[in-house]
């Protein structure tokens, strides 16, 4: 198993900058790659970013490319991956879900392991 925790949301203005976090424990050496996933209210789960854990390969949803940066460290005692987002737009907001997976490629959008999610709010 693997346990997933996300930290780093907040309330930020149109144009600004957040850095999430997902801390990843247990298992860690089973993952292949990790996400990050958003969801807004009355509005489906939706893929944003995929990172190969291994190699570092990255891969976004057009919404967020050249605003977004998914990046994995796990050259410490514990594992984690980010989510740098610049240039928040309105519909930025949601609720932001780190997610985990034991194999297929960055493009494939079910993975295995789940965070609680943190908010992301972006007022304009």
Do not use: K, P
């Given at each position: 198993q693997v346990q997933l925790v996300e930290s780093g949301g907040g309330l930020v203005?149109?144009?600004?900058?957040?850095?999430l976090s997902c801390?990843?424990?247990g298992l860690t050496f089973t993952i292949s790659?990790?996400?990050w996933f958003r969801q807004a209210p009355g509005k489906?789960?939706?893929?944003?970013?995929?990172?190969?854990w291994t190699s570092g390969t990255t891969f976004?949803?057009?919404s967020v490319k050249g605003r977004?940066?998914?990046s994995r460290d796990n050259a410490k005692n514990s594992v984690y991956?980010?989510?740098?987002?610049?240039?928040l737009r309105a519909e930025d907001t949601a609720m932001y879900f780190c997610a985990a997976a034991r194999g297929g490629p960055?493009?494939?959008?079910?993975y295995d392991y789940w965070g609680q999610g943190t908010q992301v709010t972006v007022s304009s």
């Open positions: 203005q149109t144009g600004g900058s957040l850095r801390a990843a424990s790659r990790m996400g489906e789960r939706e893929f944003v970013a995929a990172i190969a976004y949803v057009d977004f940066t998914i991956a980010y989510l740098q987002m610049n240039s960055i493009e494939q959008r079910n």
